[in-house]
């Protein structure tokens, strides 16, 4: 990728770019290098070593919990531009859980190597505030989904979940199966069938192959 | 409270004090005023004003989630030596969600004011890093707290509990309430009354008026 492509996007989604040296800048864009993720493919493991910062440039990736009998809890997802810290979750200091990162579409992205970040970090303060403050951040979206999976009861959840897809997609159609759906919300697929096929029953929704068509906003806003 | 002891507790517990001005510093202990909390009090509700910064000195903080039902699913426990950085979340703008924290002892803390902090953050990186810093180590703790919740079966959610009380006190006997543990592992008063009714009639505890007194640690272990 050429020189003058990599700074753009530094400059434009890297907090402390603005504070680098040119020196440090040069190194930043050596350590960097693009990386592919083909949709489903496991991009960070709970176990597997750290692989350093991903600044995401197209798709998405979706971080989530896993358990031992392998039941997945949705956290959060990042898009376009985000930077993707818990994957350099072991050269941060503070950080001392472990997530799953998946590609959920197929994603490009930029990787900072984890021992040149970590580096980094040490001898620049707004690097590690930075990478500090954007943890926060996700912190804030755990919280949030924390909420949701603890409090919420399951029509209530999935209304909620249908309506902030609608918004983001601007059109009437949920384009995702039960089994996804399920996942996102941190529930089992025959959970969400159930409840979906209520919402039909209700006029809400009409299920089809190609996905969820909204009928009723108002009765689904209702939900929330 | 003499300048003197302040000094002291900041130089040993706020991780910025190194890196501020002499000025900084005294407008710092001019900002601080020592609070205390009776057992039992709300120090910060999720719709109340926030107060800033809390540098516990004795006694224990309780953090915690409530739902609109009043569930409480706690979150962590802050001690002596602690920062309280979420009762000022709303100085920190990474911080987009809101907690409850309960004195869950009697509490003595020195209290920094949130917009003298919001202020120093301003024009100090190193004070704005260590305070996402620690918001960034709380999140550790919301995580493992997480996990416990939503994967744990609640025999081994209890034997996990007590085990750590246990190293906590070095004692055999955990002095709590059976709605006090109910509340740390985020689940019921009678679910955590027939659970511990169960591990008496196995012989692993023994229920008094006092506490829980384990009886046989290694079956304790087992179910860990």
Redesign the interface.
Same mark, same amino acid.
């Given at each position: 990728m050429e020189e003058a492509v990599l700074r753009q996007l530094f400059e434009r989604h890297f907090p402390a770019w603005a504070h680098m040296s040119e020196d440090d800048r040069a190194a930043l864009i050596r350590n960097t290098a693009p990386v592919s993720y083909k949709k489903g493919v496991c991009v960070h493991g709970a176990e597997s070593e750290c692989i350093g910062i991903l600044l995401i440039r197209k798709g998405m990736l979706r971080t989530y919990?896993l &358990? $031992?009998?392998g +039941?997945e =809890?949705t956290l959060f997802r990042l898009r376009e531009g985000d930077l993707c810290i818990l994957s350099a979750s072991c050269v @941060?200091?503070? /950080?001392? %859980?472990d =997530?799953h990162v998946d590609a959920e579409e197929d994603t490009d992205a930029l990787l900072i190597n984890a021992s040149f970040f970590s580096q980094l970090t040490e001898r620049n /303060? !707004?690097v $590690?505030?930075s990478a !500090?403050?954007?943890? =926060?951040? +996700?912190? &804030?979206d755990?919280?949030?989904a @924390?909420?949701q /999976?603890? %409090?919420m009861s399951m029509d209530k959840r999935l209304a909620v979940f249908l309506w902030d897809e609608l918004s983001k997609t601007q059109g009437n159609t949920v384009r995702l199966t039960h089994e996804q759906i399920a996942r996102y919300i941190?529930s089992a697929r025959e959970v969400v069938s159930r409840m979906l096929k209520y919402f039909a029953s209700e006029g809400i929704v009409e299920l089809s192959r190609g996905g969820i068509r909204i009928l009723d906003k108002g009765k689904l806003r209702g939900f929330i």
């Open positions: 919990l &358990s $031992e009998e +039941r =809890v @941060m200091e503070a /950080i001392t %859980f =997530v /303060i !707004y $590690e505030c !500090y403050k954007t943890t =926060v951040e +996700r912190f &804030s755990v919280m949030w @924390m909420q /999976i603890l %409090f941190g």
